[in-house]
């Protein structure tokens, strides 16, 4: 098969590679469509100890059963997958908070991955797709979830309910954007979005109705919302979260893009802000983003972008020259 390969820092090839062989309990997925990370980004940046030169990347994707050790699944199903592979029984499983799982691994970082024509993957991670949700919207299934397992821990800590709250999105990449549609599908009214790259600001007023703003240009309201998602997670970004907001507010931090940082413990303190970490989805998470997919809650979705495998080195190098403007695009192996 055709798989796109990373062979080393800034180069990604597309090789021949042989078929994954069905294993107990897994299936083969012919992939159809597989969208670019930023954690992929971040492999091809050579920045990350898991993900080394030879692996197939690729985590985001949708595609059809090829040939299945599992009764549930019959081949010629349309799937999703859950790429987190969790245990199922260490605590966290069992308590239904599988993407803390003790025990977990991760297609396109311990295994291969959905850049490629087929993938082999436990059946326990698939997830069939309703016949209405295309193939390229069901790729976004696992970044979607992502901004829907985070709105849903926030919505535990906000004093008011969505509709009555002022929140800023901090970051207009896949995560960012599709954070500011869950909340606008949510009903809450007033979503403001800080984004340095203008085609993402015209992106996230178009299609989330977000009010924008450079955060290069101008600096932000101070005291001003009650929830910020810092959909980033750099040292500049947390800064910019804690300044804006409002005493008694909830900040969420989605983005990792560095680690350390000094807080202002003494707003966090005195103001009693609520500085909440989040980590992917849970399966619970999955499949009710599938199903808001479903129901049109992330809006058209005319922002994904399309290109073909054969072309995903460029695409990458797109990525990296920030050539593009699309919040995701999106690889298709028979484009
Ligand atoms: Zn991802
Ligand atoms: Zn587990």
Redesign the pocket.
Known sequence: MKALVYTQPLEMQLQERPDPELQAGEVIIKVAAAGICGSDMHAFHGHDPRRLPGLVLGHELSGIVEESAAPRLQPGQRVTVNPLI?????E??RQGR?NL????TMIGMTRPGAFAEYLSIPAASVIPIPDGLSLVHAAITEPAATALHAVNLSMRVLARPLPEVRTLIIGGGAVGLLTALLLRSYGCRQVAMAEVNPLRRESARKHAGCETYNPLEVSVEENAFDYVVDAVGAKVTRDTALKAIKPGGVIMHIGLQDWASEIDMRKLTLAEISLLGTYTYSMADMYATVQALDEGAFGDLAWVETRSLSDGAQAFSDLHEQRTASGKLVLLPEV
């Open positions: 969790t245990c199922g029984y260490c966290y499983c599988d799982c003790f025990n977990r």
